[in-house]
């Protein structure tokens, strides 16, 4: 009977290293810098979400303990408030209220807490009259995810 043993090219056995060494290096990515990327991830996803008036959507980024709160608020408004423009104007990190610098080359310290400032451009009902706010958005790291401590308020009043 005739085996036939199959024959494993050199370039095949560099692509099964390449493979290997890739994915071993994927696990030594600097753990600071992914918590700056999942941040930032999630602070575009809820203000898109917002933004949007897709609250039920974005609540899934709010702090359980303001969940009850944020949804009470955000009946009136989804009515009331129209937001026209946005801009991202400043993000600080903070590790246990002590504020932290991180540079995009050099990760050395971590943080559980970011506020971000931005800057809205919106309509309130009913009035006709364009409004600008600048609203802190204060994002806090609880049992390893990041979600957002709402204030509603400031667009309301």
Same mark, same amino acid.
């Given at each position: 009977?005739?085996?036939?043993?199959?024959?494993?090219?050199?370039?095949?056995?560099?692509?099964?290293?390449?493979?290997?060494?890739?994915?071993?290096?994927?696990?030594?990515?600097?753990?600071?810098?992914?918590?700056?990327?999942?941040?930032?991830?999630?602070?575009?996803?809820?203000?898109?979400?917002?933004?949007?008036?897709?609250?039920?959507?974005?609540?899934? !980024?709010?702090?359980? &303990?303001?969940?009850?709160?944020? %949804?009470?608020?955000?009946?009136?408004?989804? @009515?009331?408030? +129209? =937001?026209?423009?946005?801009?991202?104007?400043?993000?600080?990190?903070?590790?246990?209220?002590?504020?932290?610098?991180?540079?995009?080359?050099?990760?050395?310290?971590? !943080?559980?807490?970011? &506020?971000?400032?931005?800057?809205? %451009?919106?309509?309130?009902?009913?009035?006709? @009259?364009?409004? +600008? =706010?600048?609203?802190?958005?204060?994002?806090?790291?609880?049992?390893?995810?990041?979600?957002?401590?709402?204030?509603?308020?400031?667009?309301?009043?």
């Amino acid at each position: 009977m005739l085996s036939v043993k199959p024959k494993i090219s050199s370039s095949t056995g560099l692509l099964a290293l390449l493979v290997i060494l890739t994915t071993v290096s994927c696990g030594t990515i600097n753990p600071l810098k992914q918590n700056q990327e999942e941040l930032d991830v999630k602070i575009k996803a809820f203000n898109f979400e917002f933004e949007s008036k897709a609250l039920d959507r974005s609540s899934r !980024f709010i702090h359980p &303990e303001f969940m009850e709160a944020f %949804q009470k608020n955000s009946v009136d408004f989804k @009515k009331k408030v +129209t =937001i026209l423009e946005s801009d991202r104007l400043d993000l600080k990190f903070f590790m246990d209220d002590k504020p932290v610098t991180i540079t995009p080359s050099l990760f050395e310290e971590d !943080f559980n807490r970011a &506020e971000l400032k931005v800057r809205y %451009q919106l309509s309130i009902l009913p009035s006709t @009259k364009i409004k +600008t =706010i600048i609203v802190k958005q204060e994002w806090v790291r609880h049992k390893s995810f990041w979600y957002v401590l709402p204030n509603l308020d400031s667009f309301l009043n």
